[in-house]
């Protein structure tokens, strides 16, 4: 069964102080994984699209990397408007057009105190 | 600016009355998508819609209806056969990446129904 696991559930970083979060992957035939950030109350925002193994994405303090298994959203010297929580979904299937459903995650609650 | 429209953003249901939740797009997108989110869980896709006059049900459809007439629209009727309707709901529509086919999906700013 095609499967995503985020870690931790929340985290909390002080101004400055990187990190990582984690997204497991279990999936037939991978298209793409995703990332988003949702503030509260409004709708996810696109972050990345991630295609192979060794793949990396940067964009400011973000960085998105790829392996077999999971992906890392590694967050630099964060600062206070980075909290958010990072939802991380995975595009299955062989089969071409939109109908290949995104598989979420739960999500990371990132907090970042000034 | 493109994006897509969600109305109403806060929506106030009383047992046995159905709600239409309406999604508009500019996008010129072809698919569009409703999802479910509730805390502690990831995203669910309710239902899904490629082209015009024609829809295909996700995971959770029922106590939901959809139609979608128009490529701008896809409402989302929660009925009064759904359970637990209380929750977030989210219209997505989504491109395709040019040699990829995967789905980068655009999300609209949501609308959560309470049911009281």
């Known amino acids: 069964e095609d499967q995503v696991t985020q870690s931790p559930e929340a985290l909390r970083l002080q101004e400055g102080e990187s990190s990582s979060l984690n997204c497991s992957y279990t999936?037939?035939?991978?298209?793409?994984l995703f990332w988003y950030r949702q503030d509260p109350g409004k709708g996810p925002e696109f972050l990345f699209t991630?295609?192979?193994a060794g793949e990396e994405k940067e964009k400011e303090r973000l960085k998105a990397t790829l392996t077999k298994k999971e992906s890392f959203l590694h967050i630099t010297a964060p600062k206070p408007e980075d909290s958010a929580t990072y939802l991380c979904a995975v595009q299955a299937g062989v089969n071409g057009g939109a109908t290949n459903k995104l598989i979420f995650g739960t999500g990371t609650l990132l907090a970042v105190q000034p | 600016d493109g994006g897509i429209t969600q109305s109403p953003k806060y929506l106030f249901r009383k047992e046995g009355q159905n709600v239409t939740l309406s999604c508009e797009q500019n996008?010129?997108?072809?698919?569009m998508y409703w999802y479910r989110q509730d805390p502690g869980q990831g995203l669910r896709l309710i239902y899904y819609s490629q082209i015009v006059n024609d829809f295909q049900k996700g995971d959770i459809a029922e106590g939901y209806s959809v139609s979608r007439e128009k490529k701008e629209s896809f409402p989302l009727t929660v009925t009064s056969a759904q359970k637990n309707p209380t929750a977030f709901y989210l219209c997505?529509?989504?491109?395709?990446?040019?040699?990829?086919?995967?789905?980068?999906?655009?999300f609209g700013a949501g609308s959560r129904l309470t049911v009281l």
């Open positions: 999936v037939s035939g991978l298209r793409g």
């Open positions: 996008l010129n997108h072809d698919a």
């Open positions: 991630l295609y192979s």
């Open positions: 997505a529509s989504s491109r395709l990446l040019q040699g990829t086919g995967a789905n980068v999906l655009t």
